[in-house]
């Protein structure tokens, strides 16, 4: 039973890591190299991640610079960051791209902390699912195996309390990247 248990916890965990990444995606204010990762260049007709294509630096505070391997897939990660949702514009120099962070508008940071508080709700029902699905698990194999009512019941209790641990670890990653987006 107790392998069961640790097999919904590492669920548990996956999901809080999932919104953890999708949080280092959400740009806030600063140049951070992270909202690139999912950005995905034609790299001779095959979609690799521009991490694989080029040099990514960040030399001020709001700016990214990325510098291609191959100068002849500047046009390509140009086009490939104006179809990403990041809101930010390319400039081509001829040897790199330049991606300038513009300083957020109030109401720019107040809809990204809604996205953010979206995301972790997304993540809270997920750990609710997981929840869901470890509390049958636990009856299954409780009658299955024959063990007491009251056992299964201190079982249902365990993955309460991990589900109760892991939503408050959600909300503290809310708390934490809200207030990462409204600082000034």
Request: hydrophobic share 35%; glycine share 4%; net charge negative.
């Amino acid at each position: 039973m107790e392998e069961l248990l640790m097999t919904y916890e590492d669920k548990m965990e996956k999901s809080l890591d999932n919104l953890k990444e999708e949080y280092t995606t959400i740009r806030a204010g600063r140049a951070n190299p992270h909202i690139l990762d999912k950005v995905k260049v034609d790299y001779y007709g095959t979609p690799t991640p521009l991490q694989q294509v080029g040099n990514i630096s960040v030399p001020e505070a709001r700016m990214i610079c990325i510098q291609p391997w191959d100068a002849s897939l500047l046009k390509d990660i140009e086009r490939a960051i104006n179809a990403s949702d990041l809101g930010l514009t390319p400039t081509n120099d001829g040897k790199l791209i330049r991606l300038v962070f513009p300083e957020l508008t109030e109401d720019r940071r107040k809809e990204l902390v809604k996205d953010v508080k979206k995301k972790g709700e997304n993540a809270k029902v997920a750990i609710r699912n997981i929840r869901r699905d470890a509390i049958e698990a636990v009856k299954k194999k409780g009658k299955e195996d024959g063990i007491s009512e009251d056992e299964i019941k201190g079982y249902q209790d365990d993955v309460q309390k991990s589900t109760d641990a892991y939503v408050k670890k959600i909300d503290d990653a809310i708390d934490a990247k809200s207030q990462e987006i409204m600082t000034v």
